[in-house]
C-alpha cells in the first residue's frame, strides 16, 4: 500500500504542498476570523471557495465585456440597452479580485439579512449555513453544469523559476507569494489597525467590545464579508490548478475545518501552520498511500482533539 | 468530628490570585457563615469544596476522608450538596421533576433505560415530602417556567435538602429575595435538623447572621477574621474592611 | 404530559390506534408496489432519524456524522456477504462495527458539546465518506458495493414489496418502543437533565459524559439497524450515503417535524421521503428544495412541525369546548443561568 518517493519527487511534491497550503490558507484564515468572531463555523465557507472559482472561470472564459453580460441568461436583457464594449481587460488577478468583491457582496447579504435574524442562537446559524451550502450548490450546478472547468494558467506565470540548480513551476511559486502577502496584509490588519483592534476585542469578549462602543453587529458583516472573498479570491487562484467542479465546496469545508481545529480558532498563525501543515499531509499522503490519503489529513486533527482541544495556537473553544 | 477541613488551599486565575492559603474547619453539625466584599473569592472557595473547580494547592477533607482529588459527582455520593447563587434549575420540568432528578442523581435507578421515572413511587413519594418542607408541596405539578424567583429559590434548597446530605453548602440562600421571603427561607434553614452541617455564603451581613454560630470572613482571597458571630462583628478589622466604618 | 386537557390523550390514543390499523394494512388499500416501497422507505428512515433524535432532540447534542455511521452499517454487511458470509453474521457483525465506531465517535466528540461536538461529529462522518470514495480496493470507491440477497428469516422471502414492508414496519415499531421506553425512564430524563443543566447534573451526582456516552451508543445501535434496512432496501451502498448531505437531511427530518418529540422525526421521515421522490420526478434540483426548506425551518419554525401543529391543535380544541386555552410555558429563559 505504501509507494516509496524519489528526492526529485519529494521536491515537487514539497513546492505543490506549500502552495496547495497557500490557497487552504486563502480559505481557512477567513473560516478562522469568523469563527473567533462570530463562534460559528461557516459551513457555507466551501461554497464561496466555489462560486469564486466559477464566477472566475466565467469572467475568463466571457470576458468582461457588455456582450457578456448581455448573454447572462434570464437577467442579461437588462444590459442591452449598453452599447458593445470591453469593461475590464481580462487579467487573471484581477478577475479573480473581482470575483472576491461579488462573493464578499453575497457574504455580507447573508450576514445582514440571514445570520442576523438568528442572533445569537449558533446552533441555527450553522445549520442555516449548511442549508445555504446546498442551495449554492445545486445553483453552480444549474448554471455551470457538471463538468469541470479548468481556465488556463495565466500566461505570464507559466514555466519554472530556478533556484540555484533547483526548477519549480513558477505558478505554485506564485501562489505562495500571494498567500505569504495576504498572510502578511491580514496579520498587519488585525494587529495594527483600529479594525483590527475591534474584531480583536470581539473575539476576546463580545458583550465588552458592544459595551466599549464597538458596533459588533457591523463587525460581524464585515469579517463574515471578508472571509467570503477571500475564499472567493482564494478559488479563482487555485481554478487553474485545482479546476473547479460540482462538489469542489464539499471538498475544501472539510479541509477549512481541519485547518482551523488543528491550528485553533480565531487564530491567524494557527490557520497558516495549520494550511501548510495539510498541504504537505495531502500532497505527500495522495502520493504515498493513494487510498487512505484523505483519512491521514484527519489524524493531526484528531491527535489535537485528543492532546490540545483549543488548538496549536488556540486559547480555548468557546 | 471536622466535618469539611480545609488546608493551605490556594487558587490562582492567571496572575490573580483568589484563593490565598485559605484554613478553614467547621465541625459536624456547625452552622458556618462565610462573609466577605463582593470578589472576596466566595464561591470560588466554594467551588473548590464542591469539586467544580480545582486547586493549585492544599487539601480538603470531608468527615476525615480526602476529597482534594474527588469529582464534583462523587463527592455528592459522599454526602456532600449545594445550591447555586445563580439559580439553575431544569426550566423545561416540574417543579416535580427537578426534585425527582435530585432524588435521582444518588439512587442507582438513574441508569435504568426501561422503567417509567413517574411510576417510581418511592421517588415520587420522597420528592413530595422534600417540597413539602420547603412548603412548596401544593404547587409541585406546576412547570418551572410558571413559577416566580422566591419559589424557584425553594425549589433550589429542596432539591439539596432531598439528597439528605450530611455537608450542605448554600451559596447566596437569600439573593435576589423580598424581606418576607428571606423570612420564610430563614426559618426553613433553621427547621434544618443538627445532623446536616451547613456552610452558608452571604454578602450581606445582617440577613444572615442570625443563623450563623461561626463566622468566616473573607477579604481578597484570604481569611482576615474568624470566630463567633459577636467576636466577628466586634473585631476592628471586620468594620474596617467589610463594613467600611 | 400532565397539563394538557384530558380529552387530548384520550384522542391522542384512538389517533395512534387507527394510524397503526393503516399502517398493518397498507400494502393492502395502497395495492402498488411503488408506494409500497415508498412506505418502507418512510419507516426505515424514521428508524434512523429517531436514533438521530436521541442525541439531537433529548441529549441536546447536534450530530453531522451520523450519516457515517449509517454508512458503516451498510457496508460492513455488504462487504461480509460480498465475502460469502450469511445474513446473520454480516448483519451481527455490522452492528457490532458500526456500535464500536459510535464508541470512537462518542469519545472524540464528547470532548465538546454544542458547535464543537457538531465539527468533529461533522469531520468524523467525512472520514467515513473518505474512506468509502477513496479507499477503492475495499469499498469498490465511487461505483458502489451491490447485494444480490435478502435474508429469509424463518423461510420466508423478502423479495417481495410487502414482505419488506412488513419487515420495515415490525423494526420500526420495536425502535419506536424502545425509544418510548428510554424516553420515559430515569436514563431518558437524566440525559434530557444533561441537555439542559450539565453543570447542575454533575453536583446531583450524575456522571454526565457516562449518560452521553450511552445515549450515544444507543443511538448508534439504532442508526445501524436502519442502515441494514437500507442496505437490504437498495442491495446497493455507495460513498455518497455517507456523506455530509445524508446527515443533513436526516437531521433536517428531525428539526422540520420537532426535536425531542418522538412523533416529529417520524413526521420529518414521511415529509422528506415523499417530498424527495416528489420534487424528483418532476425536477431534478432537490439538493435546491433541501437546503431551501432547511433555511425556511430554521429561519420561520425553529419548534419543528409537529410541536406548532400540537399547539394549534391543543388551542382549537380547548376553543371546541368553550375554555380558554391553557398559558403557554413560557420559553425556557424564565430562569438565570
Redesign the interface.
Given at each position: 500500500m505504501l509507494r516509496y518517493i524519489g528526492f526529485e519527487e519529494a521536491r515537487l511534491l514539497a513546492i505543490s504542498s506549500f502552495a496547495y497550503g497557500g490557497l487552504l490558507f486563502l480559505l481557512s484564515s477567513g473560516f478562522s476570523l469568523i469563527f473567533g468572531l462570530m463562534r460559528i463555523p461557516n459551513l457555507m465557507h466551501g461554497s464561496f471557495f466555489m462560486l469564486g472559482a466559477y464566477f472566475g472561470v466565467s469572467m475568463l472564459e466571457k470576458g468582461l465585456t457588455t456582450d457578456a453580460l448581455k448573454a447572462i441568461p434570464k437577467i442579461g436583457g437588462a444590459f442591452n440597452f449598453l452599447p458593445s464594449f470591453t469593461i475590464l481587460p481580462p487579467n487573471f488577478f484581477l478577475i479573480a479580485i473581482i470575483s472576491g468583491l461579488l462573493v464578499a457582496g453575497i457574504g455580507a447579504l447573508v450576514e445582514r439579512y440571514l445570520l442576523r435574524r438568528l442572533n445569537g442562537q449558533e446552533l441555527p446559524q450553522v445549520l442555516l449555513t449548511l442549508g445555504l451550502s446546498f442551495v449554492i450548490a445545486d445553483l453552480c450546478l444549474m448554471i455551470w453544469t457538471g463538468d469541470p472547468w479548468q481556465p488556463a494558467t495565466p500566461a505570464e506565470l507559466r514555466g519554472v523559476v530556478q533556484f540555484g540548480t533547483l526548477f519549480f513551476p513558477l505558478y505554485r511559486v506564485a501562489i505562495i507569494g500571494i498567500a505569504v502577502v495576504i498572510a502578511v496584509a491580514l496579520w498587519l490588519m488585525v494587529d495594527w489597525t483600529r479594525l483590527g483592534a475591534m474584531i480583536r476585542a470581539g473575539v476576546d469578549d463580545p458583550q465588552i467590545a458592544r459595551v466599549c462602543g464597538i458596533k459588533v453587529s457591523q463587525l460581524f458583516t464585515l469579517v463574515f464579508a471578508l472571509g467570503a472573498g477571500l475564499a472567493a479570491f482564494g478559488g479563482v487562484v487555485g481554478a487553474p490548478y485545482l479546476s473547479v467542479y460540482p462538489g469542489l465546496d464539499a471538498d475544501m469545508l472539510p479541509l477549512a475545518l481541519i485547518v482551523v481545529i488543528l491550528g485553533g480558532t480565531g487564530s491567524l498563525l494557527g490557520a497558516l501552520v495549520g494550511s501548510f501543515l495539510i498541504g504537505l499531509l495531502y500532497n505527500f499522503g495522495q502520493a504515498m498511500v493513494p487510498d487512505l490519503s484523505y483519512v491521514i489529513l484527519f489524524l493531526p486533527m484528531l491527535l489535537v482533539l485528543v492532546l490540545r482541544p483549543q488548538g496549536l495556537f488556540g486559547r480555548s473553544i468557546p | 468530628m471536622t466535618a469539611l477541613s480545609v488546608t493551605n488551599l490556594c487558587k490562582a486565575f492567571g496572575g490573580l490570585r483568589v484563593t490565598r492559603d485559605v484554613n478553614l474547619r467547621v465541625e459536624a453539625g456547625e452552622r458556618r457563615l462565610i462573609i466577605g466584599p463582593n470578589g472576596a473569592g466566595k464561591t470560588t472557595l466554594f467551588n473548590q469544596i464542591a469539586g467544580e473547580l480545582t486547586p493549585d494547592s492544599g487539601t480538603i477533607e470531608m468527615f476525615g476522608q480526602d476529597i482534594t482529588k474527588l469529582a464534583s459527582r462523587k463527592r455528592t455520593h459522599l454526602g456532600m450538596a449545594r445550591t447555586y447563587q445563580i439559580i439553575t434549575l431544569f426550566g423545561r420540568d416540574t417543579i416535580l421533576r427537578n426534585v425527582t432528578l435530585a432524588l435521582l442523581g444518588l439512587s442507582p435507578l438513574r441508569w435504568n433505560p426501561v422503567i417509567d421515572l413517574e411510576r417510581e413511587q418511592h421517588l415520587v413519594d420522597r420528592a413530595h415530602e422534600a417540597l413539602a418542607s420547603v412548603g412548596l408541596s401544593h404547587i409541585a405539578e406546576r412547570p418551572l417556567a410558571q413559577t416566580s424567583y422566591g419559589e424557584r429559590r425553594r425549589v433550589e434548597i429542596a432539591m439539596a435538602l432531598a439528597q439528605s446530605p450530611k455537608l450542605l453548602l448554600l451559596d447566596e440562600p437569600y439573593a435576589g429575595l423580598s424581606i418576607d421571603e428571606r423570612r420564610d427561607v430563614q426559618q426553613l434553614l433553621m427547621k434544618i435538623p443538627r445532623d446536616v452541617t451547613i456552610v452558608m455564603i452571604e454578602h450581606n451581613m445582617d440577613v444572615a447572621l442570625e443563623f450563623a454560630e461561626r463566622i468566616t470572613l473573607l477579604h481578597f482571597g484570604e481569611v482576615i477574621v474568624e470566630g463567633t458571630r459577636a467576636e466577628v462583628v466586634d473585631n476592628p478589622r471586620t468594620r474596617e474592611v467589610y463594613l467600611g466604618e | 404530559m400532565?397539563?394538557a386537557p384530558a380529552g387530548f390523550i384520550t384522542v391522542r390514543r384512538v389517533a395512534l390506534a387507527i394510524t397503526f390499523a393503516l399502517l398493518l394494512t397498507l400494502p393492502f388499500w395502497v395495492g402498488n408496489s411503488y408506494y409500497i416501497n415508498i412506505s418502507s422507505q418512510i419507516l426505515l428512515y424514521a428508524v434512523f432519524a429517531l436514533a438521530l433524535n436521541v442525541l439531537v432532540g433529548y441529549g441536546g447534542l447536534?450530530s453531522?456524522g451520523h450519516a457515517g455511521l449509517f454508512a458503516i452499517a451498510g457496508y460492513t454487511a455488504a462487504l461480509l456477504l460480498d465475502a460469502g458470509h450469511g445474513h446473520f453474521v454480516a448483519d451481527v457483525a455490522a452492528i457490532v462495527v458500526t456500535l464500536a465506531a459510535s464508541a470512537v465517535f462518542a469519545v472524540?466528540a464528547l470532548?465538546?458539546t454544542?458547535?464543537?461536538f457538531?465539527?468533529?461529529t461533522?469531520?468524523?462522518g467525512?472520514?467515513v465518506w473518505?474512506?468509502a470514495?477513496?479507499?477503492?480496493?475495499?469499498t469498490n470507491g465511487d461505483n458502489g458495493l451491490k447485494i444480490t440477497t435478502r435474508p429469509s428469516p424463518f423461510g420466508l422471502s423478502l423479495n417481495g414489496a410487502p414482505a419488506f414492508y412488513y419487515t420495515t414496519l415490525l423494526v420500526f415499531v420495536v425502535a419506536l418502543v424502545t425509544m418510548i421506553?428510554?424516553v420515559?425512564?430515569?436514563?431518558?430524563?437524566?440525559l434530557?437533565?444533561t441537555r439542559?443543566?450539565p453543570?447542575?447534573?454533575?453536583?446531583?451526582?450524575?456522571?454526565?459524559w457516562l449518560i452521553r456516552f450511552?445515549a450515544f451508543l444507543?443511538s448508534g445501535f439504532w442508526t445501524a439497524v436502519s442502515g441494514l434496512l437500507f442496505i437490504y432496501y437498495n442491495q446497493f451502498i455507495s460513498p455518497p450515503i455517507a456523506?455530509?448531505?445524508t446527515s443533513?437531511e436526516t437531521?433536517l427530518m428531525v428539526?422540520s417535524g420537532g426535536t425531542a418529540t418522538l412523533l416529529g422525526p417520524i413526521a420529518g421521515a414521511a415529509i422528506l421521503v415523499i417530498m424527495k421522490n416528489v420534487v424528483s420526478s418532476y425536477i431534478e434540483?432537490?439538493?435546491?428544495v433541501?437546503?431551501?426548506?432547511?433555511?425556511l425551518i430554521?429561519?420561520f419554525m425553529?419548534e419543528g412541525l409537529v410541536p406548532g401543529v400540537t399547539r394549534l391543535w391543543r388551542k382549537g380544541w380547548s376553543t371546541l369546548r368553550g375554555r380558554k386555552p391553557e398559558?403557554e410555558?413560557?420559553?425556557?429563559?424564565?430562569?438565570?443561568?
Open positions: - | - | 400532565s397539563f447536534v453531522l472524540l470532548r465538546s454544542g458547535i464543537g457538531l465539527m468533529i461533522l469531520a468524523l467525512q472520514i473518505g474512506i470514495y477513496r479507499w477503492a480496493s475495499l421506553l428510554f420515559r425512564s430515569p436514563l431518558g430524563a437524566s434530557r437533565g439542559d443543566q453543570r447542575r447534573m454533575n453536583a446531583l451526582g450524575y456522571n454526565v450511552f444507543f456523506a455530509l448531505q443533513a437531521l428539526i434540483r432537490w439538493n435546491l433541501l437546503g431551501i426548506i432547511f433555511v430554521i429561519t425553529p398559558p410555558a413560557r420559553k425556557t429563559g424564565g430562569h438565570g443561568s
